[in-house]
């Protein structure tokens, strides 16, 4: 246990260790990051509205439940053994020990003028969200059971170690001097190429290639609404990597900012050049693309170079959404596009624009810089760490999506006739809507009948119309069953 005392005069907590020590924790730092931790978390629900609007409604609400999923089993795993293996003092260049397993001796540990249980939960939420990320591959063909124990295991062997050597004082990457100030590596990369190795485990969806999958996101709110919870959270996740209520945590805020402004800006006018028009999405892409790129640089670069991280940002996540074309995966969602490649694109940024005065603005050590301050090794730094976390989460993605292949129960894939009727409905029995429009979703005309359930909405004029024609012919029977579509 631990004693705790209030200073008189600034109201700072004076905390009494087990060993006898005495430890100053400002109060105006923790009541900053338990905000900044806040504002993270509601940036996972914002990811699951953000995809839930791009995908065909039949869809909707499994991103949605999937987004929730992943703090819940992350905060588990978190709880249990992920802490540790990821922020232990004692752990190797690769990874933690299991010194905090189930967090023990969390609580009477300092994490410089916060407590250590604090950084704990605020890591959490990092770990929650990459997940959250990752398994949006799965949408439209992907179980929702099996999710349940990749999140797990995907956490414990890939985001862990990762986040171990980029942050973890022990760390290889930390040690070699990559600079990385809030997740460019571990959350975004780690999420982005994880879920390249996901879509191709899982192929392409029904009707890939075709006209059928060449539809508009069912609901453009939805993404504007998971934009802003993203960039609203964004500030908490930049801003409170600072750990402390300072003038770099201010500085975080303001790139930030602009770097996501300017990428929105710059993804929709590359789009308007094509469509010739104004498109929210494009504007939410590239504001998400800004956010990316900016991540791993928000604390180390001022304000001039964050114009530069947004249009870079905006720019390479925009073309990158053709490799899907090239290369012929089937990235719903454009994923490894957004995170994996505005990952790297921010941490190779970092490398040029670090400045050693913006890293000062807390008072802590003076780094080397980049090659703003003619440190020019950096870049290499930066280009080696990024090659490792996307190698290192492809191959062992890949590694776990195929050993639960061949485990009963946790092979990934759906069926095609679960893809056709839509993963709410097949592995939830839910909607997002009252109304789900079966005959634009799957290309065919369908007998709902009036008495239909499961809280869609009968067809009532193709109903009254079915009936004047009489009963289907035998031949258009036989043709919906092959179809796997059965009245």
């Known amino acids: 246990m631990v004693n705790v005392s209030y200073a008189d005069a600034s109201g700072d ?22 905000m900044a931790m806040a504002l993270v978390w509601i940036m996972i629900p914002g990811v699951g509205f953000f995809y839930s609007g791009l995908l065909r409604r039949k869809n909707a609400l499994s991103m949605i439940w999937t987004s929730m999923l992943s703090v819940a089993v992350v905060s588990f795993q978190w709880f249990f053994w992920g802490f540790s293996l990821a922020f232990a003092d004692d752990g190797s260049p690769y990874i933690g020990t299991l010194k905090y397993f189930g967090l023990k001796g969390v609580l009477a540990q300092p994490s410089g003028r916060i407590p250590l249980l604090l950084f704990c939960i605020y890591q959490l939420v990092f770990a929650a969200i990459t ?52 997740g460019g590596t ?31 996101p069912h609901n453009t709110t939805y993404v504007v609404i998971g934009t802003v919870l993203l960039w609203f959270g964004w500030f908490g996740f930049n801003g409170g990597s600072a750990l402390a209520a300072n003038l770099r945590a201010v500085q975080a805020c303001i790139v930030t900012n602009l ?40 604390g180390y670069v001022g304000a001039p170079a964050a114009v530069l991280f947004g249009f870079v940002g905006g720019t390479a996540c925009n073309f990158a959404t053709q490799l899907k074309f090239i290369f012929g995966y089937d990235d719903t969602l454009d994923i490894f596009a957004s995170h994996a490649v505005g990952g790297v694109v921010g941490n190779l940024l970092t490398g040029l624009f670090a400045q050693s005065s913006v890293a000062s603005f807390d008072g802590s050590a003076p780094i080397a810089g980049g090659w703003l301050d ?3 090794i ?5 280009l080696a760490d990024s090659c490792a976390g996307l190698s290192y989460s492809f191959v062992m993605t890949t590694i776990i999506l195929w050993i639960m292949h061949f485990i009963p129960g946790l092979r990934l894939r759906a069926s095609e006739q679960a893809e056709i ?13 009252d109304y789900v429009g079966l005959e634009q979703e799957i ?34 029977s036989s043709t919906d069953e092959k179809a796997g579509i059965h009245p």
């Open 443 to 476: 290309g065919h005309t369908l007998d709902t009948g009036v008495g239909l359930g499961g809280n869609r909405e009968p067809e009532h004029h193709a109903h009254e119309h079915a009936l004047a024609k009489g009963p289907p012919s035998q031949e258009t």
């Open 421 to 433: 009727l839509g993963i709410d409905d097949a592995e939830m029995g839910e909607f997002a809507y």
């Open 13 to 34: 907590m004076n905390v009494t260790l087990e060993d006898g020590t005495t430890q100053l924790y400002n109060i105006g730092d923790i009541g900053f990051v338990i």
């Open 186 to 216: 571990p959350v975004h990369i780690s999420s982005g190429t994880a879920a390249l190795a996901i879509s191709i485990y899982l192929g392409p969806r029904r009707g890939y290639g075709t006209e059928r999958l060449a539809y508009k």
């Open 259 to 298: 770097a996501a402004s300017v990428g929105g800006i710059t993804w929709m006018l590359w789009d308007y050049r094509l469509e010739r028009k104004w498109s929210a999405v494009g504007f939410c892409s590239g504001a998400v693309a800004g956010l990316v790129a900016i991540t791993p640089a928000s």
């Open 131 to 182: 997940a959250a990320l990752a398994v949006g591959a799965i949408a439209e063909r992907g179980r929702l059971g099996p999710i349940l124990v990749f999140i797990f295991v995907w956490s414990t062997i890939v985001y862990d170690p990762i986040a171990c050597w980029t942050w973890n004082s022990n760390g290889w990457s930390f040690k070699l001097g990559g600079l990385d100030f809030a």
């Open 378 to 382: 950096q870049l290499a730094y930066q």
């Open 374 to 376: 003619h440190h020019y």
